[in-house]
């Protein structure tokens, strides 16, 4: 046997040798507890639907699946952590659409979606609504762009600058030519204060976040940014049909691993992930919040995220936004 012939053979006995380990890794998968790390504080909405997930996933994998809590830095402090850490499947990260605008928006984020993640599964999306102070003399998407070009000191809150609500305001000014000016608030929940208070006007809100008022009727609710109107509002209109296409928007939550983590291991999670978020408590948990379970791969999760990132990217060049 000649040496190339040897080299062949030895390369192809390493193949089959990494797809052997590979496989029987994943198959015995997991053998120790798994950290969600959460890049949020604990007790709001999105902390409350990583706990009702990791209650699900320790039964279902026979693991602990322990929340860890890393808030700070819009998400950035958490999603940096979790881009660093062993790619084995043990630490996984809980994202929201906030870990696509954060790094649409800021430089120094600390992470590079494309590069430093495996992603894994989504567990659920929902829409905003578009909603106003009910001070506000305007009931339609059309009287809102049509008042605020008419010199009206018009503002529209978010929970911060590079939220989903700061950019889907930007967003709405780019397609729409509304004169919206821009408050960031340090969460939603000031945020809400402000609004209920007339002291800003316009919010391009999360369901979780704004449902309690809309069913107390003290904010309107001009449009839904869905393809579809939304059973729990069906006499809202959706964006496209209020006048404003393209503006289908939507918030949603995911799970990620850092990048390199072995594919039949995130395969796996896939599946768990998706069966998890399909059932009881967490998919009545998202049809509460106007959400829905979302289930998709891997590969096409990838794909989502980067085209998010790209839309996000754009709307930040075409405002000019420096967010650091």
């Known amino acids: 046997m000649n040496t190339q012939s040897k080299k062949r053979r030895l390369l192809l006995f390493s193949i089959l040798t ?5 496989a029987a890794s994943a198959a015995n998968f997991p053998q120790k507890p798994i950290t969600l790390i959460v890049p949020f504080a604990p007790g709001g909405g999105t902390d409350s639907i990583a706990r ?8 279902k994998l026979g693991q602990p699946v322990v929340v860890d809590n890393r ?30 605008t954060h790094a649409a928006t800021d430089e120094t984020a600390g992470y590079n979606i494309e ?3 495996s992603p894994v599964a989504m567990i659920g999306r929902g829409p905003l609504l578009v909603v106003n102070n009910k ?23 978010s929970a911060g600058l590079g939220s989903i609500n700061h950019l889907s305001g930007e967003l709405f000014k780019q397609k729409t030519g509304a004169n919206l000016t821009h408050i960031p608030y340090k969460g939603s929940g000031p945020a809400t204060i402000d609004l209920l208070a007339g002291r800003v006007q316009v919010f391009f809100a999360t369901i979780p976040t704004i449902l309690p008022y809309v069913e107390t009727d003290r904010v309107n609710v001009l449009a839904i940014t869905s393809e579809k109107r939304s059973p729990l509002f069906p006499n809202v209109p959706t964006a496209a049909e209020a006048g404003v296409s393209g503006f289908n928007l939507s918030t949603w939550w995911g799970i990620v691993a850092p990048a390199g983590t072995p594919r039949d291991v995130v395969k796996k999670l896939n599946e768990a992930i998706n069966d998890a978020s399909s059932k009881d408590p967490l998919k009545s948990r998202l049809a509460k919040e106007g959400a829905q ?10 794909k989502m995220l980067n085209s ?6 754009g709307v930040v060049k075409s ?6």
Request: hydrophobic share 35%; proline share 3%; charged share 15%.
């Open 18 to 22: 990494c797809t052997i380990i590979t």
């Open 52 to 59: 009702d997930l990791s209650k699900t996933l320790t039964e």
């Open 71 to 100: 808030g700070g830095g819009g998400g950035s402090i958490g999603a940096s952590m979790g881009s660093k850490a062993n790619p084995d499947g043990y630490t996984l990260l809980f994202v929201t659409s906030t870990f696509v």
């Open 115 to 117: 590069k430093d993640f």
């Open 135 to 157: 001070s506000l003399p305007v009931k339609t998407l059309s009287e809102l762009i049509q008042l605020s070009n008419q010199n009206q000191d018009i503002n529209y809150c």
């Open 293 to 302: 379970a979302y289930k998709i791969s891997p590969a096409e999760f990838q």
């Open 308 to 313: 998010e990132l790209k839309l996000w990217q």
């Open 319 to 324: 405002a000019n936004l420096k967010i650091q």
